[in-house]
């Protein structure tokens, strides 16, 4: 691990967190040094180069990167369902049928809008009388003069006066941790951006249609796509086939997809 990317992930408090972030940035440095190869070869052409740096983030980086992040991509929905199940119980819908109460919530934001930002931080945190919380935390921020960042921390103090201070803790260490992770792909990400060459939108697309080159098979009857450690393989569609290659082996896959992840059985057969 390089000083670089050990300063970006010692923000990252979980083990498998971590690791999954040093995956992405060590990918993306694998990508600059396969990018410094491809120009400085004096065999390619200046189209060439640009063509085969395009073709390897497409096909192999980008997939891979993706892949990498797939462990901090369920640790940020994990952490998002585990505070919105937390804040259902703790604040729960209001009864729409019931207007009396939504007028009260209504004054009670009308209020709470109309107050200095540091005293209604200090009204809504300090209220003993849970009827404020509610009416604020059942409509959009903006409803009660508060920022999303306010809007938040406020949400976790009441949170911790409502139930067992512990869980919102663990809750925001998992966000926290999730959130420093994916910073840390965020940063391979635009570091194999800069590589390649093009600007935000034009990389965006690029990105949404970078997929591995699909490994086929003919069986005799129909093309095939290969999906490493499974032991069937379905039908390869139309632009699976115009795009796809003909493998002989998993290490000749990998050394035309170098960015691919494969489970580790696979990947141990390949090594053999």
Known sequence: MNFRTEQIVSRVKNGALRDAATACLDLAERFG?????????????????DKTLKDEAA??????????Y????????????????????????????????ALE?????????????????????????????DAVFSAPPALSGLLDEQFGQLRDLVMNRRVDEGQVAGIREAEEAAEAAEAAMLVARNDIKAIV?????????FEKKAVPTPWLVNDGQTVRKVIPGQRSYPAATADEVALGRYYANTAEYLTDNPGVKLPPVVQQQAAA
């Open 33 to 49: 040094k396969r990018a410094a190869s491809i120009k400085n070869d004096p065999n390619f052409t200046d189209v060439g180069r």
């Open 197 to 205: 060459g093009l600007d935000d939108r034009t990389f965006d697309d």
């Open 70 to 101: 797939a462990p901090i991509a369920r640790a940020l929905s994990d952490a998002k369902a585990a505070r919105a199940a937390l804040s259902a119980s703790v604040f729960p819908h209001p009864d729409s049928t019931n207007i009396a109460a």
């Open 105 to 133: 919530r209504q004054e009670i934001r009308a209020l709470v809008r109309g107050m200095k930002p540091a005293e209604r931080m200090a009204f809504i945190g300090a209220s003993r009388d849970e009827r404020i919380a």
């Open 59 to 68: 096909k192999s980086y980008l997939p891979g990167l993706k892949a990498a």
